[in-house]
């Protein structure tokens, strides 16, 4: 098996739950005592926590690429960052290091491909709902997306915020997903992309209008795959 570099704590939730889906399949595969060979570094969040300014952006890329290049001094052969915001910079991380880095959103849009997903529609915080970084690489491989709308960004980017990235999970926010993908199914979106790495603890893929394509599930499936050589 390969061994992976994980650069985690973005959140903490999320990167448990990118830590037991790779574990769950590489043991699927290679038999009950396996496990992944993995070398994770959890990121202090604070400092990484609602950027905004090109600024803290620069910060970003360089705590980013700081801690892939550690990782590959200590012997990862390929890099997975576990959130989707952080691949605005993905780009500038890449420079730092000589070993691939599995793209969130390349996965999703082979994901989505395979499954014949042809038109969908976005949920994540704002700059991953707003910006080109990560709807330019699914426009790319010929995936039609809806334009965001205003209202559906400030409720998500509120909930991931100040409930899922933190472990909350609220029955109402629950609700409140459930109406925006109905609504967005009326809209004529064919599919939803969870781009959000904590979304998939308020909802739930098979209880919903549309087939939801879970950005976090989807990545880890790629490591897994990656690590045992599939990928």
């Known amino acids: 098996m390969r061994k992976l570099g994980l650069i985690g704590g973005m959140s903490w939730v999320s990167t448990r739950g990118y830590y037991e889906d790779i574990n769950r399949i590489v043991q699927k595969a290679k038999g009950p005592q396996s496990s992944a060979p993995l070398l994770i570094e959890s ?8 950027l905004s300014t090109r600024e803290d952006w620069d910060k970003a890329a360089k705590a980013i690429g700081e801690s892939a ?6 012997g990862a052969e ?4 576990a959130a989707n915001s952080m691949h605005c910079i993905v780009d500038r991380v890449a420079e730092a ?12 849009a082979d994901a989505m491909i395979d499954a014949g997903a042809k038109k969908a529609a976005i949920l994540g915080t704002r700059n991953v709902m707003l910006e080109e970084f990560y709807r330019r690489r699914l426009l790319a491989r010929d995936i039609e997306l809806l334009p965001p709308q205003m209202d559906i960004v400030e409720t998500i980017d509120r909930i991931v915020y100040e409930e899922v990235m933190l ?4 029955r109402q926010s629950e609700r409140e997903l459930r109406t925006i993908i109905t609504n967005l199914e009326k809209d004529g979106a064919e599919a939803v992309v969870l781009a959000c790495t904590e979304l998939n603890l308020i909802v739930h893929t098979d209880a919903n209008v549309l087939p939801i394509f879970d950005g976090a599930e989807i990545h880890a499936v790629a490591a897994a795959r990656w690590i045992l050589g599939e990928g």
């Open 43 to 50: 990121l202090d969040f604070a400092p990484l926590y609602r």
């Open 78 to 81: 390929a890099i997975v960052i």
């Open 69 to 74: 290049n550690r990782l590959e001094t200590a």
């Open 97 to 108: 290091i000589s070993i691939p880095i599995l793209h969130i959103a390349d996965c999703v």
């Open 167 to 170: 472990g909350k999970v609220r």
